[in-house]
């Protein structure tokens, strides 16, 4: 049995360096920057899955980005418009029994970007944010997402005195892996909370979260408790819903 | 608990989704039906397949949930307008398949009937095939014996709610805003109107009764089957529009913009339609004008289904995307003529401004952008009747829904090209909304129609930021590229 192909290894970097961008589109020197490897490697790393389909580029001699072959092999990949029209109904219903604002996430680097944004239903001044990042380890959202995929590098920034360290952000990410819901408490702003669950496709991958976020005295019984359960089982059963719009239950 | 189910009969599906009394979605349920193309122009369907789908939708729907027909306090009914059907009153059969909207069968018919506005005033309508009245006529000319078994009381016409009401309660029913898109009925009286029925040659005594649209038509499994509303007047009601100058946009397969106007028809001298929103009981009737775009949405799937850059309707934002602006290209999708405000039935499609710069990206674009471009013209045309009618129906906000809304970079486009904020409820849902706050209303399980309103929530709100300088650019563009697009059907062509 012969060892790893290391060509094959590197093509597989390429991609997924590619899929962590989005529709952020990367250059031969910035994929060779990123991940440690000569410019003209990359290149004919590129130009084989040019060939095939897995990668392309809008004009000759400009950035690369996800080719369309790659969409229709049924990889994990989960356009986040899609995401949206999907959960559509079910993120309004959220929103209305709880009172709060909702919004969905997907991992975009070591970032949540996120791809839906419904307003609180009060009426009052909202400013649509989809498309925006937020941090991943203190939100609920991001939470949900890492606990059932990657790991992100990079420094974890202290928004507040209750950011999580990496120790305890490990254990309650372990946490959440068992409970299949996440919430973050006072970790990002000061006086806010949070709730998510994770979002399965068809093959049972985590391929987005669905949460709502407000003030501590209307998502907790009290400041230093973590949201309320009624709370918590309307975001699982909008994040049920969404995932059997997606094929990803039975039930 | 009880909750409210609305079936939303529509052209490519049936759906029942259930409500609670927040307007929130407890459960959803779909099946598609067959499109029936049987020559060029021609768009059938099966009635008693439509029947069956309608009753499994029902069922699926509350057994998604775990409901039982007790737990249901009223149905609703909302459907596609002008598909016609002509049935046996002692058998149940349909005599022939379903006409629908889309038909063009009854070109030939409609020339013949003369004037384009001949019964604008009394119906509020432009003669067109889109229409009910001529596709019955064309009925009672094509098929065998027809004729004569209508005039003896042996069938029955309905449009798709009267076919289901019919079959759900045995009561032979439709309502004002259905009956309004027949173009046999007055829009003043709200009843047939002899001279339009006459015009027509249809015999008076296969139409159905003219209802309300809220009101109970008669039981289903013990259920009261409470309301009947045309798909774009349930959305209308679905976004609580009940005060005259109120409108919303409704964005599917075509684009729908219908404003209230108030208890008195308005006709329109830049072609909309003068239609009836709703009418309440015994309450006086909502006018509304209209603004219909036959195909924005429909473009999309095009996109997707024949051009095949695509794999689903939501990825061509992501296309989109990929590209800052449209690179200089539109394309008007006068797939079947272009209908409001412009009714050129002799129109074709075409992508204007095309060069070697142009990639999938700015197609994509340029697909988006003329759902946008389109609603502006009807925009344009709703404000100017306003002028004329000295009405204060000044669109200052637009209210959206339907599944296109989904779609963040379209919602931007369409502030920007406005130039007016874009706001989209809570419940995206507002044609089977519309249809289960009717039957709500009918049935007491809300009060009044500001228990309604007070349900109204904004989801999501885009603001305009565009340059006028570059709107206006665009605008003058895109009226180059409609200008392009008329005409171009000969003679000779079939």
Redesign the interface.
Known sequence: MPGPIQSIQRAAEVLKLLARGG?H?LSVGEIARALGLAKPTVHGILRTLQEVGFVEQ??EGGKY?LGAAL??IGTSYL????L???A???S??L???AREAVRIGVMHGRHVLVVH???R???SR?T?D??SLLPWHATALGKALVAFGEWPDGDLQRFTRHTLDPEELRAAVDVVRDRDWAYDLHELVEGEASAAAPIRDRRGVVVGAIGVSGPVERLCESPDQPPRLELVSYVREAARSVSRELGGLSW | MAYIAAIDQGTTSSRCIVFDQ????VS?AQREHRQIFPRPGWVEHDATEIWTNVQAVVRDALAHASLTYADIAAFGITNQRETTVVWDKATGEPVHNAIVWQDTRTDALIKQLGDQDRFRERSGLPLATYFSGPKLRWLLDNVDGLRARAENGEVLFGTMDTWLIWNLTGRHVTDVTNASRTMLMNLETLDWDPELVEAMDVPRGVLPEIRSSSEVYGSYEGVPVASALGDQQAALFGQTCFSPGEGKCTYGTGAFLLVNTGAKPVLSRNGLLTTVGYRIGDEPAAYALEGAVAVTGALVQWFRDKIGLI????????LA???DDNGGAYFVPAFSGLFAPHWRSDARGVIAGLTGYI?R?HLARAVLEASAWQTREVVDAMNADAVNAHSAADLTTLRVDG?M????LLMQFLSDVLDVPVVRP????TTCLGAAYAAGLAVGYWTGTDELKANW??????EPSMEPAARDRGYRKWKKAVERTVGWMDEDDD
């Open positions: 529709a589109q809008e004009v980005r969409f229709h356009d986040g418009n899609e949206r029209a999907k559509l109904n079910w309004d219903t929103a209305m029994r944004h419904v307003f239903p009060d009426n909202q649509l989809t498309g | 927040s307007g929130g979605i959803v794999g689903s309707a939501a990825e061509i934002e992501t995307r990929t590209v990639s990206g599944g809304t989904a779609n963040n809570i419940v995206a849902e929530h904004k989801a999501a709100q885009w």
